[in-house]
Protein backbone atom coordinates (compact mmCIF):
# COMPACT_ATOMS: atom_id res chain seq x y z
CA UNK A 1 0.00 0.00 0.00
CA UNK A 2 1.74 3.26 -0.76
CA UNK A 3 2.65 6.15 1.83
CA UNK A 4 -0.26 8.24 1.23
CA UNK A 5 -2.83 5.61 1.46
CA UNK A 6 -2.07 5.39 5.06
CA UNK A 7 -3.89 8.21 6.56
CA UNK A 8 -7.07 6.82 4.99
CA UNK A 9 -7.08 4.02 7.55
CA UNK A 10 -6.04 2.94 11.05
CA UNK A 11 -2.96 2.78 12.43
CA UNK A 12 -3.14 -0.67 13.15
CA UNK A 13 -4.19 -1.97 9.73
CA UNK A 14 -2.65 -4.62 7.69
CA UNK A 15 -0.05 -3.03 5.53
CA UNK A 16 -0.09 -6.30 3.63
CA UNK A 17 -2.18 -6.29 0.26
CA UNK A 18 -3.29 -9.99 -0.40
CA UNK A 19 -3.82 -11.23 -3.96
CA UNK A 20 -6.29 -13.87 -5.07
CA UNK A 21 -5.57 -15.76 -8.64
CA UNK A 22 -8.12 -17.77 -10.01
CA UNK A 23 -7.00 -19.93 -13.40
CA UNK A 24 -9.03 -22.08 -16.00
CA UNK A 25 -7.15 -24.43 -18.06
CA UNK A 26 -9.36 -24.95 -21.32
CA UNK A 27 -7.62 -28.24 -22.86
CA UNK A 28 -10.33 -28.09 -25.37
CA UNK A 29 -9.98 -24.35 -26.46
CA UNK A 30 -6.26 -24.61 -26.03
CA UNK A 31 -6.40 -20.92 -24.06
CA UNK A 32 -5.18 -20.43 -20.16
CA UNK A 33 -6.98 -17.88 -18.50
CA UNK A 34 -6.11 -15.98 -15.46
CA UNK A 35 -7.86 -13.77 -13.06
CA UNK A 36 -5.97 -11.60 -10.64
CA UNK A 37 -6.78 -8.98 -7.88
CA UNK A 38 -6.64 -7.94 -4.21
CA UNK A 39 -9.37 -8.66 -1.50
CA UNK A 40 -8.16 -6.51 0.76
CA UNK A 41 -7.84 -2.73 0.94
CA UNK A 42 -10.88 -3.18 -1.66
CA UNK A 43 -12.41 -0.03 -0.66
CA UNK A 44 -9.27 2.29 -1.26
CA UNK A 45 -8.49 0.54 -4.38
CA UNK A 46 -9.12 -2.95 -6.52
CA UNK A 47 -7.19 -3.47 -9.22
CA UNK A 48 -8.30 -6.87 -11.24
CA UNK A 49 -6.25 -8.49 -14.01
CA UNK A 50 -7.31 -11.09 -16.91
CA UNK A 51 -4.66 -13.07 -18.75
CA UNK A 52 -5.66 -14.66 -21.41
CA UNK A 53 -3.09 -17.10 -23.02
CA UNK A 54 -3.90 -18.66 -26.37
CA UNK A 55 -2.39 -20.44 -29.71
CA UNK A 56 -1.19 -17.48 -32.25
CA UNK A 57 -3.74 -17.55 -34.88
CA UNK A 58 -1.26 -16.97 -37.46
CA UNK A 59 1.73 -18.95 -36.19
CA UNK A 60 1.06 -22.12 -33.78
CA UNK A 61 4.66 -22.51 -32.51
CA UNK A 62 3.66 -19.17 -30.38
CA UNK A 63 1.74 -18.51 -27.46
CA UNK A 64 -0.03 -14.71 -27.15
CA UNK A 65 -1.10 -13.11 -24.11
CA UNK A 66 -3.70 -10.66 -24.00
CA UNK A 67 -3.17 -8.92 -20.84
CA UNK A 68 -6.53 -6.61 -19.29
CA UNK A 69 -6.54 -4.61 -16.20
CA UNK A 70 -9.36 -2.53 -14.45
CA UNK A 71 -8.89 -0.06 -11.46
CA UNK A 72 -11.25 0.92 -9.51
CA UNK A 73 -12.04 2.59 -6.24
CA UNK A 74 -15.05 3.49 -4.40
CA UNK A 75 -13.03 5.90 -2.06
CA UNK A 76 -15.63 9.00 -1.81
CA UNK A 77 -13.96 12.22 -3.53
CA UNK A 78 -10.99 10.82 -4.26
CA UNK A 79 -11.58 8.21 -6.62
CA UNK A 80 -10.22 9.15 -9.70
CA UNK A 81 -7.49 10.37 -8.09
CA UNK A 82 -6.75 6.94 -6.88
CA UNK A 83 -7.86 5.27 -9.94
CA UNK A 84 -5.52 7.34 -12.08
CA UNK A 85 -2.66 6.26 -9.53
CA UNK A 86 -3.64 2.80 -10.40
CA UNK A 87 -3.32 3.01 -13.56
CA UNK A 88 -0.07 4.73 -13.90
CA UNK A 89 1.40 2.36 -11.42
CA UNK A 90 -0.30 -0.67 -13.82
CA UNK A 91 1.83 0.51 -16.67
CA UNK A 92 4.88 0.67 -15.15
CA UNK A 93 4.70 -2.34 -13.90
CA UNK A 94 3.57 -4.29 -16.85
CA UNK A 95 6.82 -3.44 -18.25
CA UNK A 96 8.33 -5.17 -15.50
CA UNK A 97 6.66 -8.35 -15.18
CA UNK A 98 7.07 -8.69 -19.07
CA UNK A 99 10.86 -8.85 -18.37
CA UNK A 100 10.27 -11.55 -15.52
CA UNK A 101 7.72 -13.37 -18.04
CA UNK A 102 11.15 -13.21 -20.75
CA UNK A 103 13.29 -14.55 -18.12
CA UNK A 104 10.94 -17.55 -16.93
CA UNK A 105 10.52 -18.50 -20.62
CA UNK A 106 14.29 -18.54 -21.64
CA UNK A 107 15.54 -20.24 -18.19
CA UNK A 108 12.90 -22.81 -19.23
CA UNK A 109 13.96 -23.13 -22.69
CA UNK A 110 17.49 -23.15 -21.58
CA UNK A 111 18.68 -20.11 -23.98
CA UNK A 112 18.73 -16.39 -23.86
CA UNK A 113 16.17 -14.86 -24.69
CA UNK A 114 15.68 -15.08 -28.68
CA UNK A 115 14.49 -12.49 -30.89
CA UNK A 116 10.87 -14.08 -31.29
CA UNK A 117 11.11 -13.64 -27.44
CA UNK A 118 12.29 -9.77 -27.57
CA UNK A 119 9.54 -9.39 -30.18
CA UNK A 120 7.01 -10.83 -28.42
CA UNK A 121 7.58 -8.70 -25.38
CA UNK A 122 7.38 -5.20 -27.20
CA UNK A 123 4.22 -6.45 -28.96
CA UNK A 124 2.81 -7.20 -25.60
CA UNK A 125 4.02 -4.14 -24.11
CA UNK A 126 2.39 -2.62 -27.11
CA UNK A 127 -0.91 -4.23 -26.22
CA UNK A 128 -0.49 -3.49 -22.55
CA UNK A 129 -0.33 -0.11 -23.17
CA UNK A 130 -3.49 0.11 -25.56
CA UNK A 131 -5.17 -2.36 -22.50
CA UNK A 132 -3.74 0.70 -20.04
CA UNK A 133 -6.08 3.23 -22.86
CA UNK A 134 -8.82 0.97 -22.16
CA UNK A 135 -8.18 0.78 -18.84
CA UNK A 136 -8.34 4.26 -18.16
CA UNK A 137 -12.10 4.35 -20.17
CA UNK A 138 -13.38 1.50 -17.96
CA UNK A 139 -11.58 3.47 -15.12
CA UNK A 140 -13.90 6.22 -15.77
CA UNK A 141 -17.00 4.69 -16.33
CA UNK A 142 -16.36 2.82 -12.71
CA UNK A 143 -16.15 5.99 -11.26
CA UNK A 144 -19.11 7.61 -13.27
CA UNK A 145 -21.23 4.34 -12.01
CA UNK A 146 -20.01 4.65 -8.12
CA UNK A 147 -20.82 8.49 -8.31
CA UNK A 148 -24.33 7.26 -8.84
CA UNK A 149 -24.67 4.83 -6.45
CA UNK A 150 -23.70 7.23 -4.03
CA UNK A 151 -26.47 9.39 -5.36
CA UNK A 152 -29.03 6.63 -4.52
CA UNK A 153 -27.78 6.42 -0.85
CA UNK A 154 -28.53 10.29 -0.15
CA UNK B 1 6.94 -19.06 -3.83
CA UNK B 2 6.20 -18.89 0.28
CA UNK B 3 3.10 -19.83 1.70
CA UNK B 4 0.77 -17.16 2.66
CA UNK B 5 1.28 -19.11 5.79
CA UNK B 6 5.11 -19.12 6.90
CA UNK B 7 4.44 -22.43 8.66
CA UNK B 8 2.63 -23.70 5.67
CA UNK B 9 5.87 -23.30 3.40
CA UNK B 10 7.51 -26.63 3.68
CA UNK B 11 4.12 -28.52 3.08
CA UNK B 12 3.41 -26.30 0.30
CA UNK B 13 7.05 -27.38 -1.33
CA UNK B 14 6.34 -31.09 -0.65
CA UNK B 15 2.96 -30.55 -2.58
CA UNK B 16 3.98 -28.78 -5.31
CA UNK B 17 6.72 -31.42 -5.84
CA UNK B 18 4.55 -34.10 -5.59
CA UNK B 19 2.11 -32.44 -7.77
CA UNK B 20 4.40 -31.19 -10.72
CA UNK B 21 5.84 -34.97 -11.06
CA UNK B 22 2.27 -36.14 -11.39
CA UNK B 23 0.89 -33.75 -13.85
CA UNK B 24 4.18 -34.19 -16.01
CA UNK B 25 4.90 -37.80 -15.41
CA UNK B 26 1.57 -39.02 -15.24
CA UNK B 27 -1.51 -36.64 -16.13
CA UNK B 28 0.17 -35.12 -19.32
CA UNK B 29 0.39 -38.97 -20.45
CA UNK B 30 -2.91 -39.41 -20.29
CA UNK B 31 -2.86 -41.34 -16.92
CA UNK B 32 -5.30 -39.84 -14.80
CA UNK B 33 -6.49 -42.34 -12.70
CA UNK B 34 -5.01 -42.00 -8.82
CA UNK B 35 -4.48 -39.42 -6.35
CA UNK B 36 -1.02 -39.74 -5.05
CA UNK B 37 -0.95 -36.30 -3.90
CA UNK B 38 -4.61 -35.99 -1.94
CA UNK B 39 -2.78 -36.25 1.91
CA UNK B 40 -0.29 -33.53 1.00
CA UNK B 41 -2.66 -31.58 -0.21
CA UNK B 42 -4.92 -31.87 2.64
CA UNK B 43 -2.28 -31.64 4.82
CA UNK B 44 -1.11 -28.29 2.84
CA UNK B 45 -5.34 -26.92 3.13
CA UNK B 46 -4.78 -27.49 6.48
CA UNK B 47 -1.94 -25.35 7.49
CA UNK B 48 -3.28 -22.58 5.09
CA UNK B 49 -6.82 -22.38 6.47
CA UNK B 50 -5.32 -22.00 9.75
CA UNK B 51 -3.41 -18.99 8.17
CA UNK B 52 -5.99 -17.66 6.89
CA UNK B 53 -7.94 -17.49 9.94
CA UNK B 54 -4.65 -15.71 11.70
CA UNK B 55 -4.46 -13.27 9.28
CA UNK B 56 -7.83 -12.52 9.39
CA UNK B 57 -7.85 -12.40 5.51
CA UNK B 58 -11.02 -11.43 4.11
CA UNK B 59 -12.04 -14.92 1.91
CA UNK B 60 -15.92 -14.48 2.75
CA UNK B 61 -18.12 -13.53 -0.26
CA UNK B 62 -15.15 -13.86 -2.52
CA UNK B 63 -16.60 -14.85 -6.04
CA UNK B 64 -14.89 -17.47 -8.60
CA UNK B 65 -12.85 -15.17 -11.63
CA UNK B 66 -13.24 -12.01 -9.73
CA UNK B 67 -15.57 -8.90 -7.92
CA UNK B 68 -16.88 -7.54 -10.85
CA UNK B 69 -18.97 -9.66 -13.74
CA UNK B 70 -19.73 -8.84 -17.28
CA UNK B 71 -16.32 -7.86 -18.38
CA UNK B 72 -17.20 -7.94 -22.22
CA UNK B 73 -15.05 -6.89 -24.96
Known amino acids: MPRWAERFFPANVAHSVYILEDSIVDPKNRTMTTFTWNINHARLMVVEERCVYQVNPENSNWTEVKREAWVSSSLFGVSRAVQEFGLARFKSNVTKSTKGFEYVLARMQGEAPSKTLVETAKEATEKAKETALAATEKAKDLASKAATKKKQYV | ?73
Open chain 2, 1 to 73: MNSVGEACTELKREYDQCFNRWFAEKFLKGESAGDPCGQLFKRYQLCVQKAIKEKDIPIEGLEFMGPSKGKTE
